[in-house]
């Protein structure tokens, strides 16, 4: 009597028969599905590698030319232009008898009324602002808003970078490896990069926060002048920095362009006879 099996092994059927004694083993290829998703992979490294070369070599050039043009936009305007109305305005000063400032200061309590044991205030309270909703600096949003984009296409690009290279670098082998260690430190200047990018956006999003941390103060006391001047110094220091992220943006771009250009030949074979430094 013959006795049949089956069992799958690396993308392969196996089948076993046993007939008496004997057993026969028959291996049936099933790998299509495998050998396709493999192809398609490759498909798409190389089309990536053809993509980001492209990249490297036109885009780079412009992104450096419109950035330059958007910080000389930037910084031919006065910082004065920066600063936006608080739409909170000072109370007039209350006197309750006679019309003249106490001579002492009174201890109010939480439901406002004098009590010489009761908690010294701790700011005005503030159920609505009077003047309504207290926008933000539409000057700066407007920039930040602008430059935002950039700032994830700097992002993009430089993985784009990081991960072409990787796709490149040959399998390890003993020896001539200045070709690799050239591929080695020009990723690492992307990763760098990519990394500055983030904390760019970072910097975006902490300016917000911290302004509205200082309207509250506002809103809390508002006869607190330097209060209002550190909203107005906050904001100045912001399009600085927003300045100085177009600078190291530009810089960064043309950096990459500078470095990958220089050693294109090492860096897409690595293990050609070339022995030229890294410039």
Known sequence: MAAHSATRTRGKLVKIESTGHKVSVNITDDCQATQRAEFQVAEFIENFKKQTEVLVTDVFPQKVLDIEDIYQKMIAEK??????????P???PFYPEGGEPATKKRKV??????SASAAVPTGTPVLVFP???VRTNSYIHKWAEDVKPLIMDLMEHAN??????SFLIPKIEDGNNFGVSIQEDT????????????????????????????ITKIAKYPHVEDYRQS??????????????TLCEMRNQYAS?????????????????GNSENLY
Request: hydrophobic fraction near 40%; charge should be neutral.
């Open 231 to 244: 909203i107005r110094e906050l904001d100045e220091k912001q399009i600085v920095c927003l300045r100085l």
């Open 109 to 114: 309590g939480a439901n406002g009324s004098d």
């Open 187 to 214: 990723m690492a200047e992307a990763r760098q990069v990519e990394t500055e990018s983030a904390t760019y956006l970072d910097q975006l999003s902490r300016y917000y926060i911290s302004r509205a941390k200082i």
């Open 90 to 92: 000072v109370p007039e």
């Open 160 to 165: 784009m970078v990081k991960m072409w290279i």
């Open 131 to 133: 003047g309504g909703q």
């Open 256 to 272: 990459l362009h500078d470095i990958i250009h220089k050693n294109m030949d090492k860096i897409k074979k690595p293990r050609s």
């Open 79 to 88: 910082l004065s232009d920066v600063h936006a109305d608080i739409n909170i």
